[in-house]
Each structure stands twice: as structure tokens, then as C-alpha cells.
């Protein structure tokens, strides 16, 4: 159990390294005015449009870095400071959601797989470490196979999820790389603009392959925690 808690306390490290270097990296952007005026709430419905997508609503949401598009009413959800704001990093912010929307609008495979994944990862990331920790008490307990087979259980839940976080990675690179080849080929930045936009969208994606190393490493440690009680 202590490796346990040493593995999780080290990824817990690189995650807060990661999304404090990603907050820094959006705070210096900020401060790069977009010489078009822009805002990033009109940034995103020129994207829209430009792609042909009218029946997607650019609004405005509450919170810090609380940015996403939701396929299900279809609205692309910007913070406050994103809507608001005229700078690079708002740009950025607002072309990715964008980008989400285009690949709903084209039936992108993986958006598509990971939208049907998300109610059972809803349920299987709750689910996955209590089936684990009682299937493995069951087992030291009693020595029944019982336990060793609602832990298995546990670990078919948790490699669910694990795999959801590795959809998630094309899914986020895809729409930066959407969003910045619409920004480019409508020279909508300077090119001081759009490498700070590029820069942040870089970092953003970072934060999702530290969850996906994360989430395999706690299931490599817990498989090797149940399969190594079976000797």
C-alpha cells in the first residue's frame, strides 16, 4: 500500500508541476492583445461559421480554465476571462472548443467513441477501487476466490477508464490542431499571437497525457496487487 500512495504522491507532483506551468503560460498570453480586436467569444463563432456550423450557441460560463463544448446541446462553453477577453490565450482557448464542435459536426470516430464511454466511466471510476480494495479483503480474509474475482471485476472498471483517458489524448490534440490550422490559414494572428496561442495549446494537451500516465499507472499497480496475491 505505501507504493501505492508513493506512486499516486509522485503523479499528484507532476500534475500539479504540469497545470501550474499551464496556468503561467495562460497568464503571459493574456497579456498578448489580439491586433484584430477580437474577443474570444467572437473568435469562436467566426470559427463556427467559417466551418458551417450555425446551430452551435458560444456562451459564457463561470470558473477558471472551465472551457468545454458539449455535444449534447450543443454549446461551446467559454470562461468568463475566455468570452471576455481579446489576447492570444483567449483565442486559443475559444479555436480549441471550436474545434470540438467541428469534429461533431464531421462525426470524428474518437469524439464519438469517447462521448459513448462517458456514462460508464461515470460509473466504473466510483465503482473500480471500491471492487478492488473489497475483492482484495475478501481474499486475505478468507482466501475465497470470490475476492479475487470481484477484484478482477474492479480492474475491468478501472481499465475502462484508463482507456478513456487515452481516447481523450487524440480527441484534445485533434481540436488544438484544428483550431490553430483555422487560425493560421485565416490569418486571424500575428505571428507573435499565434505563438503564444500554439505555446499554450501545447501545455493544455500535457495535462491530459500526465491524467492517461496516471490513470495506467494506478491500473498496472493494482493488477500487479491482485494477480501477485494469487501465488
Not at 462525426?107 to 471500491?130: D, K
Not at 505563438?195 to 494506478?218: N, P, Q
Amino acid at each position: 500500500m505505501l507504493g501505492y500512495y508513493i506512486l499516486i504522491g509522485l503523479i499528484a507532483l507532476v500534475s500539479f508541476a504540469v497545470s501550474s506551468k499551464l496556468k503561467s503560460k495562460f497568464e503571459e498570453y493574456s497579456h498578448i492583445q489580439l491586433r484584430n480586436g477580437l474577443s474570444g467569444a467572437e473568435i469562436a463563432t467566426k470559427m463556427l461559421q467559417d466551418n458551417g456550423i450555425y446551430d452551435v450557441k458560444v456562451i459564457s460560463v463561470e470558473g477558471q480554465l472551465t472551457d468545454h463544448y458539449n455535444p449534447a446541446d450543443k454549446t461551446v462553453n467559454l470562461s468568463e476571462a475566455v468570452y471576455n477577453q481579446r489576447n492570444a490565450a483567449a483565442a486559443a482557448v475559444a479555436a480549441h472548443e471550436c474545434g470540438h464542435a467541428v469534429q461533431h459536426a464531421q462525426a470524428y470516430a474518437m469524439l464519438q467513441l469517447r462521448s459513448q464511454l462517458v456514462p460508464i466511466v461515470n460509473v466504473s471510476s466510483t465503482l473500480s477501487q471500491w471492487l478492488i480494495f473489497g475483492g482484495l479483503i475478501l481474499g486475505a480474509g478468507a482466501h475465497l476466490g470470490f475476492g479475487f474475482y470481484v477484484a478482477v471485476i474492479g480492474l475491468v472498471l478501472m481499465a475502462v477508464a484508463t482507456a478513456f483517458s487515452f481516447i481523450t489524448l487524440p480527441v484534445e490534440y485533434d481540436a488544438s490542431n484544428r483550431a490553430l490550422a483555422w487560425l493560421k490559414n485565416k490569418n486571424m494572428l500575428s505571428q507573435q499571437e499565434y505563438a503564444g496561442a500554439e505555446d499554450a495549446l501545447k501545455w493544455a494537451a500535457r495535462t491530459y497525457v500526465v491524467a492517461a500516465i496516471g490513470a495506467l499507472a494506478s491500473l498496472l499497480y493494482w493488477a500487479l496487487q491482485v494477480f501477485g496475491n494469487r501465488r
